[in-house]
Every structure is written in C-alpha cells, then in structure tokens.
C-alpha cells in the first residue's frame, strides 16, 4: 500500500470515528426534541375515541426515546479507545434507533390519522414535518440516517394519504413526497458540508502535527533531534541540580560509517542509520533519551543517576561500553553483514557544565578524544580537551585561510634517485609555513581531514604538482621522470575526481608517464571495482599509480594482481634497520622479489646511508628515495640540483 493510499485510509477511518461522535454528542437534544413534540401531539390528538392508539403511541414513542438516551450515556461513558474498537456496533446502534424512531412517526402519521378532522391533517402534517427538517441538522453527519429516517417518517403518512382516495389527500401526498425528495437532497447537500469540514481540521490538524514533529524528530530514525534533545537536556539538568543527583550526556559517532555509503550506497547508510537507533532505542529506559543529531552522529542520556562522581563514572563507564558492544553487533543490510564500531564521548551534568551547549561540546570533544585514540572506545570529557580542541580548532580556521590566500603552503620535492646516482623522479611533499614555523604535515593534515578541507587541499596540492611539471618541462626532456603526489582516500573517492585530474594534466599539456599518484594499500581495498575502474581511466590517459608505504597496511598479493600500479614504494620503517633486523631485511627483500614477479618498479624510500644502499642494490632494488641523496627541497633549489647533475655528465 502507497503512503498516500494509506493517508486516504487514515483520513476516512478518522473521518468516521469523528462522525459517530458528532451524533452521540448531540442526540440528547434530539431526543429531548422527540419527547417534547412526542407529548405535545399526544396532548392536541386525544379524544375518547382514540385515546388508546395515542396511548400505545406515546408510550412506544417514550420508549424508543430512553432507549437512544441509553445509548448516548453509553457511549460516553466508553473510552476513546473502546469507540475506536467498536465503532462500527455504535454506527449499526445509530442506524437501528434512527430507523425505530422514524417508523415512530411514520406510525403517527398513520395510525393517528383522523379523515374527518382537518385539525389532525394540518397538525400531523406540521409536527412530522418539523421533526424531518430537524431531522437535517442532527443526522448531517450520515446521509444515509437522514434518508433513513425521512422515508420511515414520510412514506407511511403519504400511504395513508393515498389510502384516503380523495383529490385533496392525493395533492398531499404528492406534497410528501416532493417534500421527502427535496429534504433528502438537502440532507446530502448538509452532509458534503459536514464531511469537507471535517475533512479541512483533520488535514489541518495533521499537518500541524507533521510540522511539530519535523520540528522536534529526525525523519529517517524517528528519534529527538537536536532541538527537543536541547529540552530534554534542560529538564535533566534542572532535575539533577533539584535532586543532587547526575546525568551522563554520551555523544555517539560511527566509525567509518563514510565506507558503508560509498561501498554499499546511500540507501545501505540510511538502513543502517535506522538500525542503530532502534538499538539506541532498545538499549535506554524509558526515562533516558536517544536522539540523532545528523549524519552519523547520535546522543544518549542517561538520567537520575545517584552516588558520588566515582560511583557515577563507574556506572555511565558500564553502561557505554555495553551500549557500545550492542551496537557493534553485525547488522544484515541488503544481504551484507556490516560491522560498525563507535566512539563515545561522555560529559557529566551538573559536575561537567551548567550550560546546554557547553555539555554537547564537551561531549563531542571527548568523542573526538576517543576517535583520536584509536576509535571504538570510550573517553570522559577532561578540561584540559577542551583547550586541545580549541588549538585544533585555531589551526583549522589559519589553514582555510591560507588556502583562501594562497599563503604560507608550498610544495617541496624529495629526488628519487637510480643506482647510478642519477634523478629519476621526485615526490612532491606539502609543507605549511605559519608564523615562521613550518607545521608538520602529521599534525595539519589529520585536522584538514576531519574538516573537510582537505578537499580544496587535495585541489590545491593537483593543481601546483602540474605547474610544476610543466616547468620541469624543458628540464626534463629526454629523460625517463615522475613526479609523485599523495592523494587522500576521500579525495580519491570524490565524484569527478579522475576527470579533475585529467583536465589538471590537460590545462598544463603535461607528457604522459609524468604524474604519478600515490595511494595507500587501505584505500586500495576499499570499494575495489570502484577503485579499480578510476585507476584505469586515468591510466589510459598516461597516469601512473604507486602504493605508497608498502608492508605497512593491508598488503595482499591478491590486490596487487588486480590493480593497474607500477611502482611499490617499500616503507622506510622497514629500510632503516635492515642491517641490523634480519626480519626487516627478509621482508625488503620479499617486497623486491614479489614486485619483480608482478614487473612493477620498487623505490626504497628512507635511504640514509650508503651501506643501506647497497644492501638493497644487492637485493636488486634500483631506485631510492632519502636523506642519503636530499632532503624534500623546494623547487628553485630541486632546479639547481638538475642543472649540476647535467654539468657533471657534461664534464
């Protein structure tokens, strides 16, 4: 069933229940109308002769009349609810009284009837009349009540007229029944009325309460948002301080969960979304709160927790680390078991804040803590965090400014060299100089990450690696050159990426086999079509592609049979000791073996000696990359190393 199909029955149901209100709540006074009119004509119809038909008349008219009073008292006296369970007996309760109390003065207008007496035509005539047009305004909520009761009070006052032979009883009785087809127009003209009326509130009021609830709950999980997770917050604290007791704000961020929507797909992130709020949801009492801020970002809090602070850690401490496990229960989505993981990040009212925002801010620092410790774990919000986020924070805002400037961020290259000590490429590094220090990139790069900013980063870095290769253009003709730039994961995974760098290299009429993208192993075994598919795009249009940091990561032989590289790049944590860590040496010299097997090019990088050198010349590895030949340089200095290096083979 559609949304809309089920609106459509959810506004009939609402419709129909309302109406069979509107009829209860007002046939007391209906029946108060039927006694008065009911006693009034047995008072102006009696005579000796007949006073035993007005009698029985009058009682059974009464008595139709307690018995729908009966009714109304017990309808009232039932519960919301129980009308909603039943309601369709109450609609077939209306029905039969209406029909008992139109045959009532149906049965009037024939029983009571005196040929002879112009007084009775005219009164009958006036009084059932009356009672049908009444009839209109108490009934307008069912058309078919109206109809109900018009022809049982009409049609046998009409077949008495007709019974009667006369030419004035017959104009009379064509008169009734002109009189019964136009009030039952009427009565569907009144009911249309009634129902569009009732339908303009039900459809106002369920907006209102839509745009409430869009005010207040997130539409994919259901749960609080921020703004009524604001109120709540504001109860608890009020409460913890009238009570001395405390609450526990745990500010819950997913890890990864960017990998789930990129290998998955959107609609895969938002099913997961939803399945861990419901284990949020699950997971609370009924006095705690589970709310979603946006993105994958959710809130517990947990409240009237009594005991001292050591108590109280301990408690949120138990709590978060098993709300923790409950989450990273597999999850099955679209036929793929998914494991998540989370970090939590908890502050304590009062003790932590007195503020809303203040508590939500040490909350989210902590749950950066804890994502900065290695994530899937759990860290209370300390002071000294605070004054760590705000220097993050200050470094943010100095990098988006010097990228806005173009200030302070250059481009340094580190020469690649042969065996026979000749340059044969170069990786260009980022270097950010600040206040006249430079900032190590370990320390800027994570924040440009968390940020976002290293896509204009990543930008910025694609666009001056190719000026300057087309600087290096004369320099290098004739020799075999690659330029080597790093390249995030979420910069690699950007949509139009490929194309971004191909009209990068196109704008600078760059040659092909110059630039050379280095990727790491774990970006490589995420999304592996994907990934496969950009590589070969780029490819095709003269790209080369290294893994940088090889033996580091998640290095399959499986991977690297798959993917388009050309050059591995053996990790200098490895390098660096193999003259003294025989595990070291045995893993350069599997690394160099392998990728000759796979005829892709090795790089050593780290060199720093000449006896490292060497070994790794005798392991058959011929290109290097360290101190040993030149620290990262900038480019006019890198230019000056050429010229001497073509001085020295002209000499």
């Known amino acids: 069933m559609t949304a809309e199909a089920e609106v459509t029955d959810d506004l009939k149901h609402r419709i129909f229940l309302e109406r069979i209100n509107i009829f209860y709540e007002s046939l007391s006074v209906s029946v108060f109308a039927v006694v008065l009119n009911t006693l009034l004509l047995g008072y102006m119809l009696w005579r000796p002769e007949n006073s035993q038909a007005v009698l029985i008349w009058c009682a059974a008219t009464l008595a139709i009349a307690v018995y729908r009073i009966s009714s109304t008292v017990r309808y009232r006296r039932s519960s919301q609810t129980q ?165 526990a704000l745990l500010f819950l961020d997913l890890d990864f969960f960017k990998r789930v929507n990129d290998s998955l797909g959107h609609s895969a992130g938002d099913e997961l979304l939803v399945e861990v709020g419901r284990r949020l949801q699950v997971f609370l009492r009924e006095a705690d709160t589970a709310a979603r801020l946006g993105g994958d970002e959710f809130v517990a809090l947990l409240t009237d927790i009594e005991g001292g602070t050591e108590h109280v850690v301990s408690v949120v401490r138990r709590r978060g680390e098993a709300l923790r496990r409950a989450i990273e229960a597999p999850i099955s989505i679209q036929g793929n078991e998914v494991h998540i993981t989370v970090s939590i990040g908890v502050s304590l009212l009062p003790d932590d804040a007195n503020d809303v925002d203040d508590l939500l801010k040490h909350a989210d620092t902590a749950m950066y803590r804890a994502k900065g410790d290695g994530r899937n774990t759990l860290r209370f919000f300390v002071p000294e965090m605070q004054a760590s986020l705000a220097k993050r924070m200050d470094m943010e805002r100095e990098l988006r400014g010097a990228l806005e400037a173009g200030e302070g961020l250059e481009l340094y290259l580190q020469p690649q060299y042969t065996e026979e000590s000749v340059i044969c490429g170069a990786e260009l590094l980022l270097r950010w100089q600040h206040n006249g220090k430079f900032i190590p990139p370990d320390v800027f790069i994570p924040v440009a990450e968390d940020s976002g900013l290293i896509y204009r980063l990543g ?119 193999v ?35 060497d070994f790794l010349i005798s392991a058959n590895c011929v290109r290097f990359q360290g101190y040993l030949y030149s620290r990262p340089i900038p480019f006019d200095d890198f230019l000056k190393l050429l010229e001497q290096e073509r001085e020295q083979i002209i000499v």
């Not at 604001?230 to 009238?242: G, I, V």
């Not at 993208?517 to 994907?530: A, F, K």
């Open 459 to 577: 930008d910025w870095v694609l666009a001056n690696a190719c000026k300057i290769g087309a600087q290096l253009e004369d320099e290098l003709r004739g020799r075999e050159f690659s330029l080597a730039l790093n390249v995030s994961p979420r910069q690699f995974r950007q949509k139009g990426f490929s194309e971004k760098v191909l009209a990068a290299i196109e704008s600078h009429h760059l040659p092909r086999g110059l630039i050379e993208l280095e990727l790491t192993e774990g970006l490589l075994i995420e999304d592996v079509d994907d990934t496969v598919a950009k590589m070969l795009s780029l490819r095709e249009s003269g790209v080369r592609f290294s893994i940088d940091d090889f033996g580091t990561g998640y290095s399959s032989l499986r991977y690297l049979k798959s993917l388009p590289l050309d050059t591995l790049k053996v990790d200098q944590s490895f390098v660096r000791d």
């Open 83 to 247: 009308r909603e369970a039943t309601s369709k007996r109450w609609y077939r309760e209306m029905m039969f009284g209406v029909w008992l109390s139109g045959l009532a003065w149906g049965a009037a207008g024939f029983v009571l009837y005196d040929s002879e007496n112009m007084l009775n035509h005219s009164l009958l005539a006036f009084v059932i009349a009356g009672m049908c047009a009444g009839s209109i305004a108490s009934l307008s909520a069912f058309v078919e009540a109206s109809a109900v009761y018009l022809a049982a009070s009409l049609l046998p006052f009409m077949a008495r007229l007709i019974g009667e032979g006369s030419s004035e009883t017959n104009v009379m009785a064509v008169m009734v029944v002109l009189y019964l087809i136009f009030m039952t127009a009427l009565a569907r003209r009144v009911n249309l009325t009634v129902i569009g009326g009732l339908e303009m509130t039900y459809l106002r009021s369920r907006a209102e309460d839509t745009i409430e609830r869009q005010a207040l709950f997130d539409d994919l999980t259901g749960l609080p948002n921020r703004r009524l997770l604001q109120d709540r917050l504001a109860q608890a604290l009020a409460r913890a301080k009238r009570n001395e007791t405390q609450a």
């Open 579 to 613: 003259l003294t860590d025989p595990g070291d040496a045995s893993i350069v010299r599997a690394i160099i073996s392998m990728a000759q097997t796979l005829e892709l090019e090795v790089i050593a990088e780290g060199v720093e000696t000449e006896a490292v050198r």
